[in-house]
């Protein structure tokens, strides 16, 4: 009996010792597949996306997924006048959140949330100051992030109002909060980004028609290593480059005739000449006024320009443009749906966000604050004095819509 348990005992030990042994082989080999996998990431680069195919494609049991959608929330020019300077400044900072307090929530249901940084952020030394040549606390670009935005365009009439070393002040301050910009740069980096969403390529570009004049300042050469001016050739040349790289091209464009409600001849050619290259979608900046949208199907693919998103915030008014329409902003919600069987990537909804620049004083201090219309009429937020502005928000809602419909 003695001699039963002991064998007994055995059997059990080598049991054990044997499953541990085994247990011990399949870790090790299973070491070495995610190791190898590891490598081949490496060696290959392969995206995100391709490694969670080839993952489900070895496990059955797993449904690679159909399709995915992602969204893009654009808005137009932000600007810093030194009446929205001064009513930031407040216990010897500045703090220009109250700005940006009402479209928080919008921008959170975005991925990719970009919008026209028209202001440099040279650094207090140089001065603050507004138009004609502006220079903004640094706050701002901090304050920007804090309400959602992750991509700034720096590309327009006004990034060179400190020169071109404020210009790489500004990249320096977008920098160290983290935050993506396209259309300038220096130390021969790339001037454009490719972002990647849940397995979705955007190539995402930018252009300025000019530059006040101060380009004069610089040699062609010196000028281009900085910033993309709009010329045709490189227009062309940047998106043959990008293209095969991404699933969509966006380009962010500063042109046009400022305060005019209608694109002119050139901006429409340009538009057609960019999607002729390759472009999908075009966001349009500088006229500080809302212009209409086309959507326009080429080749089978639909594709989508809207001319002008006006001012998304600034001092603006009527007495200093001789236009109503410089409160008036939009912000544009592109969802895009690709279908990973096929590659394709096609614009599946577009929605209009009207905004008004809201602009009052209280309690000694000069308030700037972007308004998202249909929620302040519709009591989702609460403004100040509504009652007050309330039929200003009506007038300017349909300002803007009646622009955008415009066929």
């Given at each position: 009996?003695?001699?039963?348990?002991?064998?007994?005992?055995?059997?059990?030990?080598?049991?054990?010792?044997?499953?541990?042994?085994?247990?011990?082989?399949?870790?090790?080999?299973?070491?070495?597949?995610?190791?190898?996998l590891e490598n081949s990431i490496i060696e290959n680069k392969l995206t995100r996306e391709e490694v969670r195919l080839l993952e489900d494609k070895e496990?059955?049991?797993?449904?690679?997924?159909?399709?995915?959608?992602?969204?893009?929330?654009?808005?137009?020019?932000?600007?810093?006048?030194?009446?929205?300077?001064?009513?930031?400044?407040?216990?010897?900072?500045?703090?220009?959140?109250?700005?940006?307090?009402?479209?928080?929530?919008?921008?959170?249901?975005?991925?990719?949330?970009?919008?026209?940084?028209?202001?440099?952020?040279?650094?207090?030394?140089?001065?603050?100051?507004?138009?004609p040549r502006f220079n903004s606390p640094d706050e701002v670009v901090r304050d920007i992030k804090d309400c959602g935005f992750n991509l700034l365009n720096i590309n327009n009439n006004h990034s060179l109002d400190k020169g071109k070393q404020g210009l790489i002040s500004t990249i320096d301050n977008l920098n160290r909060n983290e935050i993506k910009y396209i259309g300038a740069n220096y130390e021969n980096q790339d001037k454009y980004i490719i972002e990647e969403i849940?397995?979705?390529?955007?190539?995402?570009?930018?252009?300025?028609?000019?530059?006040?004049?101060?380009?004069?300042?610089y040699s062609k050469s010196e000028l281009a290593s900085v910033i993309n001016k709009l010329d045709e050739k490189k227009?062309?040349?940047?998106?043959?480059?990008?293209?095969?790289?991404?699933?969509?091209?966006?380009?962010?464009?500063?042109?046009?005739?400022?305060?005019?409600?209608?694109p002119s001849d050139n901006q429409v050619n340009w538009a057609e000449k960019m999607m002729s290259f390759g472009a999908d979608i075009i966001l349009g900046s500088h006229p500080h006024v809302v212009q209409k949208s086309d959507k326009i199907n080429q080749d089978g693919k639909n594709k989508y320009v809207v001319y002008s998103m006006g001012n998304f915030i600034s001092n603006q008014n009527y007495q200093s443009t001789k236009s109503n329409y410089v409160k008036d902003g939009l912000m544009v919600k592109l969802v895009l749906e690709k279908d990973f069987e096929t590659g394709r990537v096609d614009i599946k909804n577009i929605d209009y966000i009207p905004t008004w620049t809201y602009k009052y004083n209280l309690n000694g201090r000069t308030n700037h604050e972007i308004i998202p219309i249909e929620k302040a009429l519709n009591g989702e937020i609460k403004i100040y004095n509504k009652d007050v502005v309330e039929l200003e928000l009506k007038n300017s809602y349909n300002r803007t819509m009646g622009i955008i419909n415009k066929n």
């Amino acid at each position: 009996m003695k001699n039963g348990y002991k064998l007994l005992l055995l059997m059990i030990f080598i049991l054990v010792f044997s499953g541990g042994i085994l247990g011990a082989y399949l870790g090790h080999k299973q070491s070495l597949e995610i190791e190898k996998l590891e490598n081949s990431i490496i060696e290959n680069k392969l995206t995100r996306e391709e490694v969670r195919l080839l993952e489900d494609k070895e496990d059955p049991k797993i449904e690679t997924k159909k399709s995915e959608e992602i969204s893009i929330i654009a808005a137009g020019d932000i600007m810093f006048h030194m009446p929205q300077v001064k009513g930031a400044y407040k216990n010897g900072s500045y703090d220009f959140k109250n700005s940006f307090k009402y479209i928080k929530d919008i921008l959170a249901e975005g991925d990719l949330k970009i919008a026209n940084l028209e202001t440099t952020t040279a650094g207090k030394n140089l001065g603050y100051s507004g138009y004609p040549r502006f220079n903004s606390p640094d706050e701002v670009v901090r304050d920007i992030k804090d309400c959602g935005f992750n991509l700034l365009n720096i590309n327009n009439n006004h990034s060179l109002d400190k020169g071109k070393q404020g210009l790489i002040s500004t990249i320096d301050n977008l920098n160290r909060n983290e935050i993506k910009y396209i259309g300038a740069n220096y130390e021969n980096q790339d001037k454009y980004i490719i972002e990647e969403i849940r397995g979705v390529r955007l190539g995402i570009l930018s252009y300025s028609y000019g530059y006040n004049g101060l380009e004069g300042n610089y040699s062609k050469s010196e000028l281009a290593s900085v910033i993309n001016k709009l010329d045709e050739k490189k227009v062309k040349e940047d998106i043959d480059f990008i293209k095969g790289k991404v699933d969509m091209v966006i380009v962010y464009v500063h042109w046009g005739n400022e305060y005019k409600t209608e694109p002119s001849d050139n901006q429409v050619n340009w538009a057609e000449k960019m999607m002729s290259f390759g472009a999908d979608i075009i966001l349009g900046s500088h006229p500080h006024v809302v212009q209409k949208s086309d959507k326009i199907n080429q080749d089978g693919k639909n594709k989508y320009v809207v001319y002008s998103m006006g001012n998304f915030i600034s001092n603006q008014n009527y007495q200093s443009t001789k236009s109503n329409y410089v409160k008036d902003g939009l912000m544009v919600k592109l969802v895009l749906e690709k279908d990973f069987e096929t590659g394709r990537v096609d614009i599946k909804n577009i929605d209009y966000i009207p905004t008004w620049t809201y602009k009052y004083n209280l309690n000694g201090r000069t308030n700037h604050e972007i308004i998202p219309i249909e929620k302040a009429l519709n009591g989702e937020i609460k403004i100040y004095n509504k009652d007050v502005v309330e039929l200003e928000l009506k007038n300017s809602y349909n300002r803007t819509m009646g622009i955008i419909n415009k066929n």
